[in-house]
């Protein structure tokens, strides 16, 4: 192997403008063959989970940036021998972390072309790494448990049981246990050695409840506080115990998130209305469609029918959806709909849109809200899938809430929230009886929508959820 032979293999910018990306997860190490098109690792942006694919065939000399570590983008993070030979001795390899000294930052280049591998962002010049601070050695599984009991008691055990035997190193080369980059956070947070845990998911791999239960497992039984004599001298309070407070890093998502809705809050003029309405027709409706044969193996749900709600509602009102251009001093109505979704994962808030949803029927309506919320599960969400949004909708009846204020996905001119849907007193044909109600609250950019025009939306959706048959007539 020559030093010619080796290819650095940079940190693409795999979004839109990205600058930076943390390495979650290496899928090869030192001396493994690669091929063209092969995933080598996962990085995480301020947008989602990706898996880089290496751009050629060879051998895996380093790897210069251990998992956890945030590059910016246009840095080397593996080399590679594309020259057919081995991978360089341990003793000749550089530390982990640091890139190879004498390595140049050559790349392959498309034949005859000369132009650089089609990865977006691929060969911007190279800029300092800024690396971030690694956290402290883990707390271990008895620490951690000692806390949590501490949390639920009130106090710490005076005599916890005798610490279990430390879990034998895993063997050099030993396969790592399989768990997805929210589970392998969550173990590290709580202090929780992945290979000491019994999985459950399938093929194996280690789910959140499994490391749940292996905290759970090493908790000691609570047994009665010895009460010691006060001192006279004035004692710390417990609440300076070390263990009540918890400290998580923001970036990634959330970081990109808080800028986001910090931008949006204070850049729109926020107003919001509300609307209390009775859903039971709708309901209804639901439970017939997931009889229907049309609908077989699709998701059909309340949310269905209030994101076709406001879709009619759109198209009898196209000027709610728009947007601000600061620089133009321009509206820009959309003559399309980017429905975003709202969605709660792991990693923090996100907004993957349906595009088109506006040409959508139904069934097709359903089957891309299934697909959307089975990705956004899965953390496979792409940037793609986040950008472009219209109008949004968030469900925080999910959660059991009646209804919130929600703040615009920045670009957008409005976002519907939806409350809890439950059995309520309600006045129907001259009689009180239990119905089911829930309330809307929409919010929209006061710059381009009015209070006339955004209290048009509301009602239509609003009467459309409580007469359903409108969807027909109205559409």
Known sequence: MTEASVREFKMPDVGEGLTEAEILKWYVQPGDTVTDGQVVCEVETAKAAVELPIPYDGVVRDLHFPEGTTVDVGTAIIAVDVGGGSAAPAAEQPAAGQPAAAAPAEEPKTAGSGRQPVLVGYGVATSSTRRRPRKGPEVPVQQASTAIQTELNGHAPAAPAAPPAAAPAAPAGAERPLAKPPVRKLAKDLGVDLTTVVP???????????????????????????????????????????????????????????????????????????????????????????????????????????????????????????????????????????????????????????????????????????????????????????????????????????????????????????GAIKPQPWVHKGKVKPRQVTTLALSFDHRLVDGELGSKVLADVAAILEQPKRLITWA
């Open 200 to 418: 459950t998911g399938p093929d194996g791999i280690i789910t959140r409840e499994d490391v749940h239960a292996a905290v759970a497992a090493a908790v000691p039984a609570a047994t009665e506080p010895q009460v010691a004599p006060a001192p006279a001298a004035v004692q710390a309070p417990a609440s300076y115990d070390t263990t009540r407070e918890t400290r998580i890093p923001v970036k990634g998502v959330r970081k990109a998130t808080a800028a986001a809705m910090v931008g949006s809050a204070f850049t729109a003029p926020h107003v919001t209305e509300f609307v209390t309405v009775d859903v039971t027709r709708t309901m209804k409706l639901v439970e017939e469609l997931k009889a229907d044969k049309e609908f077989t193996g699709l998701r059909v749900n309340p949310l269905l029918l209030i994101a076709k709600a406001l879709l009619v509602a759109i198209r009898r009102n196209p000027d709610v959806n728009a947007s601000w251009d600061e620089a133009a001093q321009e509206i820009v109505v959309k003559h399309y709909v980017n429905l975003g979704i709202a969605a709660a994962t792991p990693r923090g808030l996100i907004v993957p849109n349906i595009k088109d949803a506006h040409a959508k029927t139904l069934p097709q309506l359903a089957e891309s809200l299934g697909d959307l919320v089975a990705t956004a599960r899965d953390g496979k969400t792409s940037p793609a899938a986040m950008q472009g949004g219209t109008v949004t909708i968030t469900n925080v009846g999910v959660f059991g809430v009646d209804t919130g204020t929600p703040i615009l996905n920045p670009g957008e001119s409005a976002i519907l929230a939806v």
